[in-house]
């Protein structure tokens, strides 16, 4: 699925523009090639490096999870401003030339070579932003072994692409057609390049700006800035001793994040409370969450509050009676009977024995 967004990315309203405006241009400076062969070939060159960066920022596009096209801007025009998109150029003049010299079946081996490897040293350039990596071995190695089976298929697309370019050469069509099929050939095949390196990233180590990865840090960290900022105003409530104000804002934010999130928001804003300097402040926050816990009957969630909090305040015992007892009984069962009558006894203490329900006297029966 990623391979195939990628290679929709040349076929975006902006990419297909730029292929138009590049292919357009070619046609109509090599229509006059033979009365200004010196500005035809100019204007090519002007051309075909705007092309090459544009094919770059694709494949950096696809790399990085991006899903639009890059608008193809006026700085990419001419030969500077980067020497990532002419290395390969000019290794594909490097590899020509050896077929040229290289006798015999040599040639063939030349060419195999450089098909085998092109996928890695283009994608190994996009990663590690060195020149000298795109014919380093050790580095396309780890690109080959890194992208695994997804390798072979590049290798396939360039097959395929390098197919369909001969088979638009020796087509009878317009050269502006022909000029245009070629550009979003190269387009495809570096967005499929581009695409297998956030494909395999993990494998990879490459670390692209756009990932599930990196949007999940995102949500993560905004949430808990704003969980930080629910616990400062809780804890400004609590030093002007306005608790129940702060346990309304506390249980709000829990109704709010959900269910969900409650394993991972309790630890966390009890860790918080524990920082308050005023205990009463720790018994008003433990006192809301354990209310919410025991009213969405995360019961053994709440044990675990009441087991950190009574470790700091010796006579913490929860909101009302009802609470004591759900959560007394459930630990009854679970096998903490000594937290369910240390938690009866503080509640004698706190309330006194006299006004004990009957709920209450059945519990203390069986713990006694």
Known sequence: MTLLRALSMPFHLTSLLFVAAVATLLALLWSVAAALALVALIGTFILVSWLNKYAFAQLEQAAHGVRDAPVASVEMLGPF?????????????????LMRVVPGQGRVAVGIAASLLFPASVGVLAMTHRVIDAINPWA???VIAGMGWIYLLLVVAVAVIAACSAVVTAMPVWDVIRYAVWELLLLCLYTLIGGALFARRHELGFEPLVSPERSAEKIESEYTRRRQMMMDEVYG?????NAARAGEVLKQWLLESGEHNLHADVPAIVDQAMQFPERRGLATVARALISHLVQ????????????????????????????MVALAGYAVPAGRRSLARAMLDRWVRYAGDTGLSDAARRLRDELA
């Open 296 to 323: 969405v009957k995360r019961l053994s969630l709440a044990l675990t509050v009441v087991e950190s909090v009574s470790a700091v305040v010796t006579d913490f015992t929860p909101e009302s009676e009802a609470e």
């Open 140 to 142: 396309l190695w780890r």
């Open 237 to 241: 409530l609590v030093r002007v001793s």
């Open 81 to 97: 401003g980067g020497v990532r998109p002419w290395v390969h150029p000019v290794l594909a003049g490097g590899v020509l030339f």
